[in-house]
Nanobody, 127 residues
Framework: VQLQASGGGLVQAGGFLRLSCAASDRTFSSFAMGWFRQAPGKEREFVAAINWSGGFTYYADSVKGRFIISRDNAKNTVYLQMNSLKPEDTAVHYC?????????????????????WGQGTLVTVSS
């Protein structure tokens, strides 16, 4: 499967961006999807996840109330709406596909549970 992330860019603090991640495979609607990010010199960290049906979403505390994850299974695409951006949101953002089909748990924070990754899109927030 190929995951193509897009939508990153340079924005001022307080601004917004919408990331998209398009999947090439037909099984997209059967798998949870997640967004992770990695800032320079830091480890990759969990941002948000959405279950296979779109009925359950989960966020890191650092983005809760500012970011919204959604998906359109008809378009094989997952989105990350990022509002009220802060300089500390600056990072390469990656989309990823969960390893387990129809995963129904509530733990999405481990990157090792995601088996396919996009190439990443850079988000830069200036102060």
């Amino acid at each position: 499967v190929q995951l193509q992330a897009s939508g990153g860019g340079l924005v001022q603090a307080g601004g917004f961006l919408r990331l998209s991640c398009a999947a090439s495979d037909r099984t997209f609607s059967s798998f949870a999807m997640g967004w992770f990010r990695q800032a320079p010199g830091k480890e990759r960290e969990f941002v948000a996840a959405i279950n296979w049906s779109g009925g359950f979403t989960y966020y890191a505390d650092s983005v809760k109330g500012r970011f919204i994850i959604s998906r359109d299974n008809a378009k094989n695409t997952v989105y990350l709406q990022m509002n009220s951006l802060k300089p500390e949101d600056t990072a390469v953002h990656y989309c990823a596909k969960h390893r387990r089909r129809y995963y129904s748990g509530d733990n999405y924070e481990s990157a090792t549970d995601f088996g396919s990754w996009g190439q990443g899109t850079l988000v830069t927030v200036s102060s």
